[in-house]
């Protein structure tokens, strides 16, 4: 059994055939979380979670690039779909989260890829990220809910911000799509948080050493996710990725490890049901 802890069947990329992933992901033993990065797609992400019995869970959020500051131009995903909030509606995301089905609050954090180009702009848009941040942190508080962060080109102010709230600072959490440095891993472990890794581990990113940050990695704070329809895993032929494609993430792992598919899928999987209480 294999636990996709980062999906996103719920996204506009598998309008057209989403039953029939899901039922091939099941059949094959093969669990997922879908992940909201808005109202629209967290909705979703409960609906698809809620229509099946098991092996399909759900998380909510409102992700960083979807917060519509007015200091950027919004580039439209197509993968997606184009679903801008211009603030965080607290109540609404609680309300949504009180399905059972709901295991966590993501994927939410800062991502300062795309940014203004003026200091003052860019300091302001930093600033309503943190806020978004701190706000989500509140409500996986208030639920007693783990937190998937998403972090990209800040993992500083993401340590920096948690340092600075203790009181939000989640106790369980993962860092979703990890891109970082040994440094950075070594700060997140210390959090005690688990670390997820999905077909960017097969990229030659400058001053990330991928082989190096799994090494140094606990069995147990590895967490194994695709980030589908993202991300394809190096092996796979198709466009897009999909949930049964996390074994190729397990096999490298492993590998990297130097234990076999089978103890690596068995470790994960205990992770991810400790992690989302699944």
Not at 123 to 137: C, I
Not at 183 to 209: P, Q, V, W
Request: hydrophobic fraction near 40%.
């Amino acid at each position: 059994m294999l636990i996709d802890t980062h999906a996103h069947l719920n996204f506009r990329a598998f309008e057209k055939d989403r039953e029939k992933v899901i039922k091939k992901c099941l059949e094959n033993n093969v669990w997922m979380i879908n992940v909201g990065s808005n109202f629209k797609t967290s909705k979703k992400a409960v609906e698809i979670a809620e229509s099946s019995e098991k092996g399909i869970s759900a998380s909510i959020g409102l992700h960083p690039i979807n917060l519509d500051t007015g200091l950027i131009k919004l580039k439209p995903d197509k993968l997606e779909g184009e679903n801008y909030e211009k603030e965080f509606d607290y109540e609404r995301y609680k309300s949504l989260a009180s399905s059972k089905k709901v295991v966590a609050i993501g994927e939410i954090g800062l991502d300062y890829y795309w940014k203004p180009k003026t200091k003052k702009k860019k300091e302001l848009f930093k600033d309503k990220q943190r806020e978004l941040l701190l706000q989500q942190l509140k409500l996986a508080k208030e639920l007693n809910l783990p937190v998937i962060f998403h972090c990209r080109m800040a993992n500083n102010d993401l340590f920096k911000i948690l340092s600075e709230n203790p009181d939000l600072r989640p106790k369980k959490a993962v860092a979703h799509s990890f891109v970082g440095t040994v440094d950075d891993i070594k700060k997140d472990l210390d959090l005690g948080y688990y670390i997820g890794f999905n077909g960017i581990i097969f990229k030659n990113i400058e001053g990330i050493d991928f082989k190096k940050v799994i090494e140094i990695t606990p069995l147990d704070k590895i967490l194994i996710e695709t980030d589908c329809p993202y991300l394809v895993p190096k092996g796979v032929e198709a466009k897009r990725n999909e949930p049964i494609f996390v074994k190729y993430i397990a096999e490298h792992i492993a590998k990297v490890k130097k234990i076999s598919f089978e103890k690596l899928a068995e470790i994960t999987t205990q992770n991810a049901r400790e992690l989302f209480n699944i």
